[in-house]
């Protein structure tokens, strides 16, 4: 194609550089003008849909792989269902993403092509290893409930290996973690792993041992699908947890392990998961023991307080400790008897002395001379003399008899006046 010698600039010497953006811009005329729009065909993998309707994927075949976009007005009108794994064949043109410098195929129209390679790969694997019972369930080794050194087999620089010993630190964890370095994806990666198994039987010091990675496409985990990978799992003398991708992805080694977790977090989580019982049960039993030694404490010391007062009760000096309180109270109560009979007999005789005054000739005759004396002063304070002491006088006639009314004055009569000291004559005039 003549457009493949087009000059992309900056060859002369002393040439103005070009910018990163004009040095895609020409390499995205190049493709775009020098290839045209054909079918490709390969399996989906890495799909990714957006809430706007855009659809990204890789086509991939066993050597090369190739980034496509689907826009959504053509997602809408296409009849085939997405998937990974798929294999499909696509028309479209090449186009580049400028931002990322990245090349990819716009697609406008797809067919189905039938399951892809690599999954017909893995159902028939699947199949021939599950006839020949590699799966049973009757094969599989139970874990044991508190494994103190486990084997990680995985990349020791993937974040696997930062999620495993983070769970198994949150959660209180107490044994050892080895991890057996490997590659877990490309070529070589499965016999890697198969060493690293065969290593941790030789050493006979795990208790445990997983073998794991993170999530990712089905070409990503394909060593877990390799044949010598998923027997080394099978006959390891060592009890093995697959922990292997993410929740939904499956690989046959996860058949082929004595357990399955659906991550390497998972996996931590299942370790410690008889630890965990263990130390709850144990800090459960630990407080009843606890208590139970404070309770017997308690009732020993109680019955120890009870002997020593019994002990206190029936001893000599108690006897007579009691004896002589004994004699107090009794000393008290008869004082207190004496003092109150005392009391009534000087009551009673200060009652008769009472009576016998009342009675006695004596006192009536006293009673009797302050009454009288008491009618003299009463007849005393109504005599004529009291009252002309108070300052009254009496008016008499001459016969000596107390005029009580006016009217009975005669103008000239002779009259006598009585006052307190004496007498004093009188004449009456006209009024």
Known sequence: MSNAQVDLGGTEPGARPLTITEFTRRVKQVLEGGVEACWVKGEVSNLR?????HAYFSLKDAGAQLSAVMFRMQAARQTVKLRDGLQVAAFGSVSVYEPRGQYQLIVKTLVDDGIGALQREYEALKRRLSEEGLFDAGRKKALPQMPETVGFVTSPTGAAVQDFMRILIRRGWKGR??????KVQGEGAALEMVEMLRLAGSLGIFDLVVIGRGGGSIEDLWAFNEEPLVRAVAECPIPTISAVGHEIDFTLCDFAADRRAETPSAAAELITSGFIDFSER??????????????AMARATESLAHSRSRLRLLSPSSLVEKGYLRLDDMSNRLGSALRRSVQLRRQGLSDTAARFDRASPQTRVEIESHRLLSLYKRLQGASPGSVLNRGFAIIRDEKGNPILRRAGVVPGQRLEVEFADGRTPLRAEQG
């Open 49 to 53: 849909v957006q809430p706007s309707g």
């Open 282 to 295: 144990t800090g459960a039993a630990a407080g009843a023991l606890v208590q139970s030694v404070e309770e």
């Open 177 to 182: 973690v080895v991890v057996l370095p490997s």
